[in-house]
């Protein structure tokens, strides 16, 4: 009877342990759907970027010649002018509203970092890899740690939230 409890007891640990891992093999695809979402954070810094050349050199073209000083200009060519400008301006808007929409994403991102870590340690360290793309070495450096202590506190803070936001990214 002891064999057989002992065996039973064995079985249940394997069961268990087996459940154990497919939760943790879950946990580790939404650790790493997480850590996806959060370098995310760059490329949207990247395509923002972008945006902001693109409306920089929009405005270099919209004021590089003025014709409004010239007063023997053509009421046609005017009027092309004026079209030209008035087609120039509304792409210009239109690229400020893809930067909103942009910010407005990089900012739920990154809130998912201020509003579900409280280890202040943690928010810093993601805070400083993701959203200011810092390296893990300079990190260290800058918080007068370890290297191996950055990457603790990034797997513990990466661990807790990809456990707190499994209903908010899925």
């Known amino acids: 009877k002891a064999i057989r409890r002992q065996r039973q007891m064995c079985i249940r640990d394997r069961y268990n342990r087996g459940s154990n891992l497919k939760e943790m093999r879950g946990a580790f695809m939404d650790y790493k759907e997480l850590d996806n979402k959060l370098k995310s954070i760059k490329k949207l810094d990247k395509e923002i ?6 409306i920089q050199y929009l ?10 000083t010239d007063t023997k200009v053509k009421a ?13 301006l509304e792409r210009k808007e239109k690229l400020s ?5 942009l910010m407005a994403e990089r900012d739920s991102v990154v809130s998912l970092i201020d509003d579900n870590l409280k280890a202040p340690d943690q928010r810093t360290i993601l805070r400083l ?42």
């Open 49 to 54: 970027k972008v945006v902001n050349l693109e």
């Open 129 to 170: 890899l993701y959203v200011l793309d810092m390296t893990v070495d300079d990190i260290a450096d800058f918080l007068g740690v370890t290297v191996k202590t950055v990457f603790v506190h990034r797997r513990q803070a990466l661990e807790q939230l990809a456990k707190q936001t499994t209903s908010l990214l899925g």
């Open 97 to 101: 509203r893809r930067i909103d929409t």
């Open 59 to 68: 405005d270099s073209g919209i004021f590089k010649q003025s014709t409004l």
């Open 76 to 88: 046609s060519k005017t009027q092309d002018m004026a079209d030209k400008y008035n087609s120039l």
